[in-house]
């Protein structure tokens, strides 16, 4: 009974702390419904469809690809691109989706090179191929591992099960999600959804334009200012767009 | 002194130190920020330098420059300066722009505004006067001017003109950027070679020419305007010294010890040109595909006898005038006759007379299947003429080939070669299509991949490190327990005590009742301070309690209720006595164990 009613009070206390995000099975129905309209070819419908679903709150990495799917029959790359990118951070290692994403850069009229990795994405090369959540769930239970064993050793000193090694890899783990939480807020990608725009060399219409991009070109995102976005397309290209022609 | 050494020189390092901080902070009362221009009136071919001073500050963001439609801004450097005078020191940044104008007229710079420590500070506005060149005449003498030219003032689309840039000097120029006004909406533009530098007199003065030309096919029909071309660059005037009489001015004057030059930045405009792009007539014959200009082709076979399994190249090449790159040739249909291998086509262009002419090659490696004599069908190129302003249809010779059998022995080796070949020569599987992958439909993979909350995180990640920090803390407590006497002792001193006292009650009318109750308390105080309680009297009962930091007054009722229980242990007690005896040794204990 004493022990009932602890279980009970550290349930009440999970729940309190832990806001339940919005569950994707919710919205089924909604899914099925959509990926029906997109195999009557109806793919404005299928695209509204799949959008409504993000703004209630579904973060799926399917989701995200069929909407892109459906950009890409309707001939809109840039917002196609746009939703592939946001698929790639949840589901990084699907094929399907690599193949689709090229499909959609080949028809892209620039040629951008993708962002270069640094020093510390060489050493860590595995980051790029997890996302954060994985990477967050990897560490977890490392970590749970981790305490389990000292615990056992507490109770039998004799048995060291590979404790240093165990500590290395969780540290590992510990700094391949910051990397990964670095790269999401330092690389921030965006998608030119506009046919073409013009980059600017300020934040400002009168300013003079270094070069033009064309809808679907990948840029990343270094700055803001007064609705005006700072891009890179490389070390030596830079320049001003306005904040509505980008996707992010 | 060692003491006064060291204090002399952390204050050299400190005022080094500070020196390039207190160069960053803002003296805020005494901010200032001006805007200047180099001069007010200016011609369309000049440029206008504006500089934009934050007095009082170095460490700020640059300025907001206003809207400027008539000019185009250039970032031109930014400089700073630190003065000290009579020990005031003063601070300042410049940011300086180059502004090109690009229309005549009264035009006014709005004021440029700059936020410092979370104030905004505006400069004053400045009017210019931007007039027309002061002379238009190119054969006035000017000292620099641009020309431009178009081949033809109509063409039809995709036929190629040609756009001639000039740019004709006196004087040494150079940091020339020039800007063409090409939108690649209306014309595709290729080059025409390097740009040609030569010499021209007109009126008696010597120019020098640079001459860039450039061919634009029209990509859309109606009356196009190309804008000006832009080009700027510094013109070096060499100037020399005035004073004549001076021995050493005319010395220094030689060349050999190079001359004094000033530099002059100038914006030069061609005139805009129009051109009326005609549509192609009607009545294109049948496969056109849009080739302009004015081609020719041709075929040719390698051996024309040759027996079944041998090998042939039909070579067709396509040449002339015009975009030679974008000419198809299809596969000549032989089914059943010949195995057919194509080549990758060859490109070869030129340019002749500002005129890009080409020959594109197709090679098609021909086996025959089946002996006889075959004619091979005409290739046939439909293209239209912009000189003659009609269709025409380039076509090839036909051509006839004697195909014999093949020899019993070569019969044996062209079964043998065939197999070989299939597996030598098996085409690659062709990619003939791309397409998308489809979508998912799978409701497993519907599952919500929202990033976890950090209260999740948090939890998670410290409930472990906390249950095994419980786990250590009982482990050493038990450990305790077990090993630790004292501590075993007094941990369960109140516990034995009061299941003492507890077992008692059944004995209240007995005379031992004060000798016992004296026992349990001694006992209690000599588990908690680790004694053998039994054989110590009440005074040193008292003397230890002192010494362990109980109260004082504790110490002595415990004494007192001691001295009590023993002289209750010779007197007669009622029952009511005992109770009360009894209740005070438990408050007692109660009291102790507080402590």
């Known amino acids: 009974m004493k022990y009932s009613n602890t279980i009970t009070s550290f349930l009440f206390i999970f729940l309190i702390l832990f806001k339940l995000p919005v569950e994707a099975s919710d919205y089924r129905n909604e899914f099925v419904h959509a990926n029906n309209l997109y195999s009557k070819k109806q793919y404005a419908k299928s695209a509204n469809a799949y959008e409504t679903l993000i703004q209630k709150g579904v973060r799926n990495g399917y989701l995200f690809y069929n909407l892109g799917n459906a950009y890409i029959r309707m001939g809109e790359t840039g917002s196609a691109i746009l939703n592939y990118v946001r698929a790639k951070s949840l589901i990084p290692r699907d094929e399907n989706l690599a193949a689709n994403l090229k499909f959609a850069i080949q028809q892209t009229l620039d040629k951008i090179e993708p962002p270069p990795l640094g020093t510390l994405n060489i050493l860590f090369f595995w980051v790029n191929d997890f996302s954060l959540n994985e990477l967050i769930f990897f560490s977890l239970c490392l970590n749970f591992i981790f305490w389990v064993n000292l615990a056992l050793w507490l109770y039998f000193p004799s048995l060291k099960i590979a404790r240093n090694a165990l500590l290395f890899v969780l540290l590992l783990s510990f700094i391949s999600v910051g990397i990964k939480i670095k790269n999401e807020s330092d690389l921030k990608l965006g998608v030119i959804l506009a046919e073409n725009i013009e980059v600017k060399s300020g934040h400002s219409l009168d300013t003079i334009t270094l070069f033009q991009l064309h809808e679907g070109a990948l840029v990343t995102i270094i700055g803001k200012r007064n609705g005006w976005l700072e891009v890179r397309l490389n070390e030596k290209q830079k320049g001003w767009i306005p904040e509505n022609s980008l996707g992010i | ?595």
Not at chain 2, 69 to 79: C, D, I, K, L, M
Not at chain 2, 91 to 101: A, F, G
Not at chain 2, 149 to 158: A, P, Q, R
Not at chain 2, 359 to 374: M, N, R, T, W
């Open chain 2, 1 to 595: 002194m060692i003491l006064k050494k060291y204090t002399a020189s952390l204050a050299i390092l400190l005022s080094f130190l500070l020196t390039p901080a207190l160069s960053t902070i803002g003296f805020g009362n005494n901010i200032s920020v001006t805007a200047t221009v180099d001069k007010t009136s200016l011609s369309i071919e000049d440029v206008l330098r504006l500089s934009i001073v934050i007095q009082g500050t170095q460490n700020t963001p640059p300025p907001e420059l206003p809207s400027l439609p008539s000019f185009r801004v250039a970032a031109a450097g930014t400089s700073s300066s630190t003065q000290y005078i009579n020990t005031q020191r003063s601070v300042s940044i410049t940011h300086n722009y180059r502004l090109t104008p690009m229309k005549t007229g009264t035009v006014r710079i709005g004021p440029a505004r700059v936020r410092i420590n979370g104030d905004t500070y505006s400069t004053q506005p400045i009017t210019i006067e931007i007039q027309k060149s002061s002379n238009n005449s190119r054969t006035a003498g000017k000292t620099a001017f641009v020309e431009a030219e178009l081949s033809s003032k109509k063409g039809y689309i995709g036929e190629q003109l040609v756009y001639t840039f000039r740019l004709f000097h006196r004087i040494d120029a150079k940091n020339l950027n020039l800007q063409l006004p090409f939108d690649s909406k209306w014309f595709h533009k290729e080059n025409l070679g390097e740009p040609k530098a030569y010499l021209k007199i007109i009126n008696g003065i010597k120019y020098h020419v640079q001459e860039l030309s450039m061919a634009i096919f029209p990509l859309m029909e109606g009356l196009i305007t190309i804008p000006s071309s832009i080009i700027e660059l510094d013109l070096l005037y060499k100037t020399q010294n005035r004073n004549r009489q001076d021995p050493f001015s005319q010395f220094f004057n030689d060349p050999f010890f190079g001359q004094r030059t000033q530099v002059q930045h100038k914006v030069l405009r061609s005139k805009s040109l129009e051109v009326n792009v005609l549509p192609l007539p009607k009545g294109a014959p049948k496969g056109f595909k849009n080739l302009i200009g004015e081609f020719k082709i041709s075929s040719k076979l390698g051996k024309r006898n040759l027996e079944v399994g041998d090998t042939t190249t039909l070579t067709v090449t396509v040449s002339g005038r015009g975009d030679v790159k974008g000419v198809t040739i299809e596969e000549p249909d032989l089914k059943n006759h010949f195995k057919i291998y194509p080549d990758k086509p060859e490109v070869k262009q030129i340019v002749d007379k500002k005129q890009i002419r080409g020959e594109k090659v197709f090679k098609f490696a021909l086996v025959p299947l089946v002996e006889g004599s075959k004619t091979l069908p005409q290739f046939i190129l439909p293209y239209f003429d912009t000189n003659k302003g009609q269709y025409y249809i380039a076509k090839t010779q036909s051509i006839t080939l004697d195909i014999k059998p093949s020899s019993t022995k070569e019969k044996l080796n062209l079964v043998k070669s065939n197999q070989q070949s299939l597996k030598k020569d098996k085409p690659e599987v062709q990619t003939l299509g791309k397409d998308i992958l489809p979508i998912y439909t799978e409701l497993d993979e519907f599952k919500n991949n929202d990033t976890y909350s950090l209260t999740f995180i948090g939890v998670t990640f410290s409930s472990p490190i906390i249950l095994f920090f419980i786990l250590l803390f009982l482990i050493k407590w038990k450990n305790r327990m077990k090993y630790d006497v004292a501590f075993y002792r007094r941990r369960n001193a109140f516990k034995n005590a009061n299941q003492r006292l507890k077992d008692m009650k059944d004995h209240s009318k007995s005379k031992e009742f004060a000798r016992q109750l004296s026992e349990i308390l001694r006992g209690y105080i000599g588990d908690k301070l680790n004694l053998k309680g039994k054989a110590i009297t009440a005074e040193e009962v008292e003397a230890c309690l002192k010494e362990s930091n109980y109260q004082p007054s504790q110490a002595e009722d415990t004494r007192k209720f001691l001295e009590k229980c023993e002289t209750f242990q010779y007197a007669r007690m009622n029952l009511g006595s005992t109770e009360e005896l009894l209740d005070e040794s438990v408050t007692l204990i109660k009291v102790l164990e507080k402590q």
